[in-house]
């Protein structure tokens, strides 16, 4: 059995700083459950491009406002508590902050490393730490 508490990844390696986000990685590739377990800050007013190629991500908002539009149509759905969104067909985005840090829980499948950041087109890289 793995417990973990969130607090227990702040200030280590696997607490992954950007300009427009902060992600606590408490479940990773490493813990061999088959998905990755993040607890992510998005700051206000800011805009981030996301291209998950490589990994399909689920994402409940439980605190905060933001916005998530859809590169595809130009759809914008508003982000807060108690929404779940799922990038189920690796869709490309551009998450907002709103006015309030918007304070999200996500699952990646396949999972994260723990030190991914987006590239320059919003690609998380496939990592593995497997043998």
């Not at 759809?75 to 189920?88: Q, R, W």
């Not at 840090?101 to 723990?114: K, Q, Y």
């Amino acid at each position: 059995m793995i417990v973990r508490n969130v607090n227990e990844v702040i200030g280590t390696e696997h607490e992954v700083k950007t300009d427009t986000w902060l992600s606590r990685r408490v479940l990773l590739e490493k813990d061999g459950m088959g998905f990755s377990f993040h607890e992510t800050v998005i700051f206000p007013g800011t805009e981030t491009h996301i291209h998950y190629q490589n990994h399909l991500e689920a994402v409940w908002c439980v605190e905060g406002d933001g916005e998530i539009e859809t590169v595809a149509d130009g759809k914008k759905y508003a982000l807060g508590p108690g929404v779940v969104y799922a990038l189920n067909e690796n869709d490309e985005h551009w998450l907002r902050g709103g006015k309030k840090p918007l304070r999200v829980i996500c699952v990646f499948n396949p999972p994260l490393t723990g030190f991914e950041v987006h590239d320059e087109k919003g690609v998380y890289p496939l990592e593995s730490t497997a043998a």
